[in-house]
């Protein structure tokens, strides 16, 4: 069900952290982003959901300038940013998260979460103490080495690097995957608090357990399209669709 006009730009463009129209993204000769629309407004938590291979960890990618080739329109805060390299994309107080984390083995916790510099564009960022507050696990670890954190620790930390440098737009690549229950939780009540303090939160998930009671609003993707997009509200009324799409 595509949204009207006037849903899109509810509260007018200013209110849109986030908005792509007609986004295509090649990897070499593979076409694979087919004209992806996307609005997520300012304090949202919108989920990206789909199959493997659906294109959701494209969109992702093709916002932050990762794939080859892009066409179509991609604006941060109302401004046109397609054009723009990776780094000043990032200026621009977007943290992108990747699957593999990227947790440098040879620091220690504390110089992982120190390393990025902070956005001047965004403002301040979190500080060590609230990142601390926030994950208490790596406090206790700040320590160790990076090979010695937990898979979920190393989630944990990727997550905090990002808050640290300002960054108020978040693209969270299955940052559940493959953690325990317990830990899983934990990352849970991050995107709740993370929503409290206002941040704005695109995730990929494919565990829609994790993902249905955290989101606003939830994208569908199959073979690099948006093929349905609907709130929170209307879930219940969208499991048939759901289970049929993606077999939960």
Same mark, same amino acid.
């Given at each position: 069900?595509?949204?009207?006009?006037?849903?899109?730009?509810?509260?007018?463009?200013?209110?849109?952290?986030?908005?792509?129209?007609?986004?295509?993204?090649?990897?070499?000769?593979?076409?694979?982003?087919?004209?992806?629309?996307?609005?997520?407004?300012?304090?949202?938590? !919108?989920?990206?959901?789909? =199959?493997? +291979? &659906?294109?959701?960890?494209?969109?992702?990618?093709?916002?932050? *300038? $990762?794939?080859?080739?892009?066409?179509?329109?991609?604006?941060?805060?109302?401004?046109?940013?397609?054009?723009?390299?990776?780094?000043?994309?990032?200026?621009?107080?977007?943290?992108?998260?990747?699957?593999?984390?990227?947790?440098?083995?040879?620091?220690?916790?504390?110089?992982?979460?120190?390393?990025?510099?902070?956005?001047?564009?965004?403002?301040?960022?979190?500080?060590?103490?609230?990142?601390?507050?926030?994950?208490?696990?790596?406090?206790?670890?700040?320590?160790?080495?990076?090979?010695?954190?937990?898979?979920?620790?190393?989630?944990?930390?990727? !997550?905090?690097?990002?808050? =640290?440098? +300002? &960054?108020?737009?978040?693209?969270?690549?299955?940052?559940?995957? *493959? $953690?325990?229950?317990?830990?899983?939780?934990?990352?849970?009540?991050?995107?709740?608090?993370?929503?409290?303090?206002?941040?704005?939160?695109?995730?990929?998930?494919?565990?829609?357990?994790?993902?249905?009671?955290?989101?606003?609003?939830?994208?569908?993707?199959?073979?690099?399209?948006?093929?349905?997009?609907?709130?929170?509200?209307?879930?219940?009324?969208?499991?048939?669709?759901?289970?049929?799409?993606?077999?939960?």
């Amino acid at each position: 069900m595509a949204e009207s006009q006037d849903q899109r730009t509810e509260g007018g463009a200013q209110a849109l952290a986030l908005s792509l129209q007609g986004l295509h993204a090649w990897y070499g000769e593979s076409h694979v982003l087919h004209g992806v629309d996307l609005d997520v407004r300012r304090g949202e938590v !919108v989920t990206l959901l789909g =199959r493997n +291979g &659906a294109g959701r960890t494209s969109t992702l990618r093709a916002i932050m *300038g $990762l794939t080859g080739t892009r066409k179509g329109s991609i604006k941060i805060a109302g401004e046109e940013v397609s054009h723009l390299p990776t780094h000043r994309i990032a200026h621009r107080g977007v943290g992108y998260c990747p699957e593999e984390r990227g947790i440098f083995a040879s620091l220690s916790c504390e110089e992982n979460l120190m390393l990025p510099p902070t956005l001047k564009s965004s403002g301040k960022g979190m500080s060590v103490a609230e990142i601390y507050e926030m994950f208490p696990n790596l406090a206790e670890r700040r320590h160790s080495q990076g090979t010695r954190l937990s898979g979920g620790e190393q989630q944990m930390l990727a !997550v905090a690097r990002i808050l =640290r440098t +300002g &960054a108020n737009l978040l693209l969270l690549d299955e940052i559940s995957e *493959g $953690l325990a229950p317990v830990i899983v939780q934990a990352l849970a009540r991050m995107i709740v608090m993370l929503k409290a303090r206002g941040y704005t939160v695109v995730m990929v998930e494919q565990n829609f357990r994790f993902a249905a009671p955290l989101a606003d609003r939830f994208y569908v993707m199959e073979h690099g399209r948006i093929v349905e997009r609907f709130g929170a509200a209307e879930l219940q009324q969208k499991m048939p669709v759901l289970t049929e799409l993606l077999g939960v």
